[in-house]
RNA sequence: UGCCUCGUGGUGUAAUGGUAGCACCGCAGAUUCUGAUUCUGCUUGUUGGGGUUCGAGUCCCUGCGAGGCAACCA
């Protein structure tokens, strides 16, 4: 984020050195509690906190918590949790005992204070047009709209009205106030928008306290402008907002209510940027939310899912992601991300801090048939790639376990692992020539037969011969039986929305989740729950945070190593 | 057919009137006790047409294409 010089970098940059922050460039996140966080979500985070982190201000976390039917606690508190795990921590004085967050609803006062103000300066007035007669009042873009019956009420009665609104004397809907602007207005939004709703729903967070509640379009800018908040970044369709966040804040303005510090005014400005798309996945927390309603997934934190807690359980690192938030940009283009480059990100972090450990998740059986005698223990390094790592001890023996790929009876061409009559090194142990094989009544491998040469011990021969292949192995009398969940996108189609929103259900990849059952070396039993590691040869997989534990260890697979090996080429 | 925004390799993103660069993906090759990592090399691009300029991805006009806006959602 240091060196990324994007087009809203440039925009702060060109505040502050116009001395328009007052000496501190204030930012904020602002999500609904009505769902779990994204990847989508993280991107923002990463441009507000970041933003705010690259001139040394403050990013506040603010709950817009202004449409109660579809907010929760839950959602709230695991909003804060994922942004925390991200690795970002809100400041500034905040609305309550803890620095840097807010909540929207705690400005209700205000708001409400805010509204009588445009009305008695006959800036807003009472309608009781159904919604009905109100789409129809409005007009479409190509055509202007026509006044509201209500629109030239005297003040003082929509005073009454707007008390009695908040009184709960009406039914939802019966009445709401609205901006007195511009019916004809080629902006839409600018044709006198609603500010308030009456709505007859308990508040997550104030209970009972309301009956009407103010609309984004009033209340982000007010939340924005008595935060003292200078720079308010959000996503492109709020592009045709702009105009009336700006008229909100020129009514601030007017009020006196605009905060100050150093000596200038505070005027809050929002600009926008392209949100993140990812192919091969759905990032509508409405869409989000129907797979987990529907069961189609296992919960928010489903692996599969693209939910910061999804990709946490997954095992993905809060600075892969940042580091992905990082590579893809900031900009206005509209774009789709390819889900290779978040792949990327993590392996590379993994590469560098993942401990091996050997597993093998399509067991089959190879025995060594001059082997003599007890244990030899291996010694294998704990990362190649960091030696302060240091090394672990497996046991090895007689019988172990390889995967089922890595032998072919008649093998293809340029296929260098185990076959009959071939040597292949078994990773950190003994160079094994293979024999032969025994199958079962079905045709299946059963068990594979072979020798080892003894003059290897340690991997290499002792004549120098080189041998090509090296495999992966577990001791079958040592190894640990695990459940590995092997995860793979949630959806077959790049855009999973091609066929509209209701369609994208029969895009599903039906392969997406696979549990398997397999042998992992025995110190992989101790294993922390959340704890990551690149099982060799197969990929990085992650202690599941739930169901893992030394007596039923679960793993998931977090993503594959590059395999550039094509069989049958 | 109103208003707003956006068009740079397959993908994402730089170049802010002066050599179109970087990353991911992909493809080769080298190294390798992980077909991983690492290293080297390669393929592929400025939406069309005009104009301004010594010089245009960049500025202007115009066409084409994409997206957003008509919830008492955010």
């Given amino acids: 984020m240091d060196t990324a010089r994007h087009f809203l970098r440039q925009w702060i940059e060109k505040d502050v050195a116009a001395g328009t922050t007052g000496g501190k460039v204030v ?65 500034g004085e905040g609305d309550g005992a803890e620095a840097g967050f807010y909540n929207a609803s705690n ?102 306290k309301w009956c009407i509640y103010p609309m984004y379009d009033f209340a982000h800018p007010i939340e924005d402008a008595l935060e003292g908040v200078t720079h308010s970044m959000c996503t492109l369709e709020f592009e045709v907002h702009r105009p009336l966040y700006d008229w909100v804040v020129d009514r601030l303005d007017e009020m006196g209510l605009l905060v100050e510090r150093g000596g200038v005014k505070i005027r809050p400005q929002q600009r926008e940027f392209a949100r993140l798309n990812i192919t091969h996945t759905v990032m509508s927390k409405r869409l989000l939310l129907q797979l987990v309603t529907e069961k189609r997934v296992a919960g ?14 997954r095992g993905y690192t809060p600075a892969a992601i940042r580091e992905f938030c990082e590579r893809v940009g900031v900009s206005k283009v509209e774009s789709e991300s390819d889900p290779a480059l978040l792949e990327w990100c993590v392996r590379e972090e993994l590469n560098r801090t993942a401990l091996r450990r050997m597993a093998v998740i399509d067991p ?40 089922r790929a890595d032998f072919m009876e008649t093998p293809e061409k340029k296929f260098f692992r185990m076959f009959p009559g071939g040597e292949v090194r078994l990773r950190g142990a003994c160079i094994f020539k293979c024999t032969g094989c025994v199958k079962d009544a079905d045709g299946r491998i059963a068990e594979i037969h072979g020798t080892w040469d003894k003059e290897s011990w340690g991997g290499n021969a002792s004549d120098g011969r080189k041998v090509k292949g090296t495999i992966h192995w577990v001791d079958c009398a040592t190894g640990v039986k695990a459940e590995v969940r092997l995860y793979e996108r949630l959806f077959t189609e790049k855009d999973p929305m091609k066929d509209g929103p ?65 069989p049958g080429a």
């Fill in 27 to 91: 930012t904020r996140f602002p999500p609904e509690p009505n769902g779990y966080i994204h990847i989508g979500h993280a991107k923002a985070v990463c441009v507000d906190f970041g933003m705010a982190e690259a001139f040394g201000g403050e990013c506040h976390l603010r709950l817009d918590d202004t449409n109660p039917a579809k907010e929760s606690d839950e959602y709230a508190e695991n909003i804060k949790k994922d942004i925390r795990w991200l690795g970002f921590q809100w400041s």
């Fill in 107 to 208: 400005m209700f006062d205000k708001m409400y204070e805010i509204a009588e103000n445009l009305i008695r300066a006959g800036q807003a007035y009472c309608c009781n047009l159904t919604q009905e007669e109100w789409k129809e009042y409005r007009g479409v873009p190509e055509r202007p709209g026509r006044p509201s019956p209500s629109r030239d009420t005297p003040p003082e009665r929509n005073l009454e009205i707007f008390r009695a609104m908040r009184d709960g004397k009406y039914a939802d809907g019966e009445w709401c106030l609205r901006a007195k602007i511009d019916m004809a207005s080629p902006n839409i939004h600018f044709r006198d928008p609603v500010l308030y709703r009456i709505r007859h729903v308990a508040h997550y967070h104030l209970g009972e």
């Fill in 300 to 313: 928010w934190d489903d692996p599969r899912m693209p939910t910061v807690c999804g990709m946490r359980r």
């Fill in 364 to 403: 089959v059986k190879v025995v060594i048939d001059n082997w003599d005698g007890p244990a030899h223990d291996v010694v294998l390094p704990n990362n190649p790639t960091d030696e302060a790592a240091g090394t672990r001890t497996i046991p090895f023996g007689r019988e172990i376990w390889i995967e």
């Fill in 502 to 566: 209701e369609g994208f259900l029969k895009f599903m990849n039906p392969e997406s989740l696979k549990v398997v059952t397999g042998y992992v070396e025995p110190l992989l039993a101790s294993a922390a729950n959340g704890e990551r590691f690149q099982f060799e040869r197969l990929g990085y997989f992650v202690a599941d945070e739930k169901d893992h534990s030394p007596s039923a260890p679960v793993f998931n697979r977090t993503v594959s190593l590059k395999d550039s090996f094509k």
